[in-house]
């Protein structure tokens, strides 16, 4: 989702570092937060699955979500999803801005 973000938005080339590397900041930070939202109700249902002892009511993902949208609805699904977007959409971010860094570096070589 981040490398479909970064070809959609076109980076100025006369732009300052600064504006450019707020740029990319965001972009990554937009398809964390993306990827993030599409995630989440698989991680809810894969802690679901790992905290229940022994034969419990979830058999598999895919059932374990059908069940958890018919007892509880989809707001189930996403429980925890702010503190999840607080912390790995910004780090998309601090991860592009890294690569993009870090690369320049490798090509100086």
């Known amino acids: ?4 973000i970064n070809n959609v938005v076109k980076v100025d080339p006369d732009a300052s570092k600064a504006e450019r590397l ?19 109700p698989f ?19 895919f059932q374990a979500v059908g069940l958890v949208l018919k007892e509880e609805g989809a ?5 925890g999803l702010m503190p999840r977007l607080l912390r790995l959409g910004p780090g998309g971010g601090i991860m592009i801005v890294a690569f993009d860094f870090i690369s320049g570096l490798l090509k100086d070589f």
Do not use: H
């Open 1 to 4: 989702m981040i490398g479909t």
């Open 43 to 61: 991680d809810v249902v894969k802690s679901r699955l790992q905290g229940q002892q022994g034969q419990g009511k979830y058999k598999n993902a």
């Open 75 to 79: 707001g189930a699904l996403y429980k």
């Open 22 to 40: 707020g740029i990319k900041f965001l972009s990554g930070s937009f398809g964390s937060a993306v990827g993030t939202l599409a995630n989440t």
